[in-house]
């Protein structure tokens, strides 16, 4: 990893966030958990800006004075944040280099109105305490399947059982928390799995890949190798019609708490 000196660190929020929360912000570029299942169709990989020709997975950058930016940006109104929309803010590196850390105790000191804390990584659990300082966060962790086993494809970075022991911590804190399906993977026991985010996580977002990669019909994530992988496992899963069979499922366990693409990020769920 690599730390860097960053212009800025709040950046408003356009398209796919745009009515989730006024700003992003991230705290790394590039993602050390690129290499792992989540990697295979983030669509981060197709920002050519942000990759500038390096194979998504293999590089990660640290913005060092990126709570020291927070302070002098954060707007003086009301104003929240989703971190984060183009990087993990706790990949293995955090550990040492503690700059979502960082960013996280300059919040205590001047707060957003709301914090949507998005990872696909377990370290989050050990933020709890600074997280329920601040007036009000939803902490959304991805949980594509529960499988783990994926023909062609590499396995998640963290188990699915972690990831969900994560979920417990946060929940039993007092934190608002969310298991987020994004994107959606099919599942191999559906009620199984929906009755153990139950004991960890308030809400669930179902996110399938068309629609959700920044193409209307998927045509990014159908590039990589995840649609066939998926097929493989479960015929028809890489059409929106799954998408929408796992939120019927879904409500039965989550009455009132299920969320369909960004609106779920956002916090707005489908009627009980």
């Known amino acids: 990893m690599n730390l860097i000196e960053s212009r800025s660190i709040l950046t408003r929020c356009s398209g796919y966030l745009r009515t989730v929360t006024t700003h992003s912000l991230n705290p790394y570029i590039g993602c050390s958990l690129g290499r792992s299942l989540c990697g295979v169709g983030c669509y ?25 930016l927070y302070l002098r940006e954060a707007p003086r109104g009301g104003f929240s944040v989703f971190m984060s929309s183009s990087t993990d803010p706790f990949p293995p590196q955090e550990k040492t280099a503690g700059i979502t850390l960082s960013v996280l105790k300059a919040m205590n000191q001047r707060p957003p109105a709301l914090l949507v804390l998005q990872t696909h ?3 989050v659990a050990n933020y709890r305490d600074l997280l329920l300082a601040l007036p009000s966060v939803r902490v959304h962790i991805s949980i ?22 994560a979920g417990q911590v946060l929940k039993a804190a007092g934190l608002e928390t969310v298991a987020c399906l994004s994107p959606l993977l099919p599942l191999r026991d559906g009620p199984g799995f929906f009755e153990r985010l139950r ?29 066939a992988a998926m097929e493989a496992v479960e015929p028809g899963s890489s059409l929106l019609a799954y998408r929408d069979q796992v939120v019927a499922l879904a409500s039965r366990y989550f009455p009132g708490r299920v969320g369909i693409g960004p609106d779920g990020f956002a916090g707005r769920y489908l009627k009980g």
């Open 44 to 68: 981060v990989q197709h920002n050519r800006f942000l990759t500038r020709g390096r194979p998504w997975g293999s590089f990660l950058e640290g913005k060092k004075n990126a709570a020291e």
């Open 121 to 123: 990584s377990a370290l």
């Open 144 to 165: 594509e399947s529960d499988r783990e086993d994926w023909p062609g494809l590499p396995r998640p970075a963290y188990s699915v059982e972690r990831r969900i022991e």
């Open 199 to 227: 004991g960890a996580f308030g809400a669930v977002i179902v996110d399938h890949f068309v629609g959700g990669d920044g193409t209307s019909s998927g045509s990014r994530t159908r590039a990589t190798g995840l649609p």
